[in-house]
């Protein structure tokens, strides 16, 4: 009997599956984006915060879908660092935009999207990925993210464009300044997920319409700028995975209604979608 390991990861978190017969077994772990991170850097998070987990257990496959992964470079960083631990095994490394498509759409056509920690979407014809709207990444797009959308949500603290009520809430919830934004923005490690990470005032704040428009208008971005440059997007559903899509849904039926649109699937992470995917096919 195979055992599988399949992994999707982030830039802000990994969730690991290891499957063998009827035996499941999730575990997480922190982003493992080779944007950021060595060969040698996810060694070290995959030995101490998998590995110990898997115990004993050893996978006769390993399926990594990641952030930055459609590049064969940062592909190579990621499957040598596996290789490590799971010499033995057939290690299929490829972008995590591959696996939210066979996730949402499995060997059907569709329109894939992420909207996550970044953001990104291809048209999927049901084996491979056709079309890519350039992912990027947080500093020139990742539209519709919650890098994009937290990068608002300071802006409109920091040019006080917040009414006095939401910048009491701001000031209540983060208890920061403007220099230790400014210094968390451009000068420490992983600024995309400090900036994701203020996308919880946007949840917590809903109906406020500053807030409203600041959702609408950074997911109305992600439709302009990708889901219209497919053309196949006026004739098959819209799927969306990832915090933010699951987060905002209503936000995207109603955007989807607007520009007569059919709005799929819309979920949380893609493991379930990827755990049935690789049954099927290891059958």
Known sequence: ????????????KTEWCFLEGKKKKKIETQGLSPYFLTTEQIKEVIQKELFPKLK????????????????PANAAIVKKAIAFFYNRAVIKVD?????????????????????GTGSNSCFYNGKKIVKNSPGLGYVLGDEGSGAYLGKK???????????????????????????EILESVYKKPLPNRYLAGFTSFLVENRGHFMVENIIEDG????????IYKYRESWTLPINFVGSVAYGFKD????LCNSYELQ?????????????????????
């Open 56 to 71: 004993n257990t050893v996978p006769d496959s390993v399926y990594f879908y990641g952030t930055g992964c459609s590049n």
């Open 1 to 12: 009997m195979k055992s599988i390991l399949i992994a999707d990861s982030g830039s802000t």
């Open 153 to 179: 949500v300071i802006q409109y603290f920091l040019y006080q464009t917040f009414d006095e009520d939401l910048m009491e809430r701001f000031r209540a919830k983060f208890n920061t300044t403007t220099v």
């Open 263 to 283: 709005l799929g699937k819309v979920i949380k992470n893609p493991m379930d979608g990827l755990i049935t995917y690789h049954q099927q096919k290891e059958r």
């Open 219 to 226: 997911l109305n971005d992600f439709f302009f700028n990708h």
């Open 251 to 254: 936000v995207l039926k109603d």
């Open 95 to 115: 972008h995590d935009l591959m696996g939210a498509a066979k996730a949402l759409c499995g060997d059907s056509k569709g329109i894939a999207c992420i909207l």
